[in-house]
Structures are given as C-alpha cells and as structure tokens.
C-alpha cells in the first residue's frame, strides 16, 4: 500500500524516465513519449503553448486529479 500520495501525473513521469533510460541503456527501441503537462489555479494557460510547441498541433486528453476514496479523504 501506498504510503504518500503522488499524481498520475508525476507517477507518469517517473515511468517514462525509467523506460527511457532502461531502452538506452539496453539498446532497445522502447520510447515512452512524455508529452505531459499539469496545469493548477496557478498556471498560465496562455503561456502553455509557448513552452510546451506540440500542445498547438497534437490531439489532447485532460484528466482531473479528483483523488476518488479514502485517498483523497486521508490528504
């Protein structure tokens, strides 16, 4: 069981480093594309295509953090 609580997105994250890393280091052709963005109350929307180009062009999907459970009951 978990003992602190993390996002999908910063697990998402962690996992496309690994895989990444994993595939250079056995020559392997595995690639986990780690086009993520996580927008908050405090981030600038307007500024997001600026740093993030592919966001203009690629097909997106925008999933809540909503912490379902006893989870998000328990912080």
Same mark, same amino acid.
């Given at each position: 069981?978990?003992?602190?609580?993390? &996002? #999908?997105? /910063?697990?998402? &994250?962690?996992?496309? =480093?690994?895989?990444? /890393?994993?595939?250079?280091?056995?020559?392997?052709?595995?690639?986990? #594309? /780690?086009?993520?963005?996580?927008?908050?109350? #405090?981030?600038?929307?307007?500024?997001?295509?600026?740093?993030?180009?592919?966001?203009?062009?690629?097909?997106?999907?925008?999933?809540? /953090?909503?912490?379902?459970? =006893?989870?998000?009951?328990?912080?």
């Amino acid at each position: 069981m978990a003992q602190k609580g993390i &996002r #999908e997105f /910063d697990a998402k &994250r962690l996992l496309a =480093k690994a895989v990444n /890393d994993a595939g250079q280091l056995t020559g392997s052709a595995l690639r986990f #594309e /780690d086009r993520l963005v996580l927008v908050t109350p #405090e981030t600038n929307v307007a500024g997001l295509p600026a740093a993030y180009p592919w966001l203009v062009g690629a097909k997106l999907v925008c999933k809540p /953090d909503q912490l379902f459970g =006893k989870r998000g009951k328990n912080n």
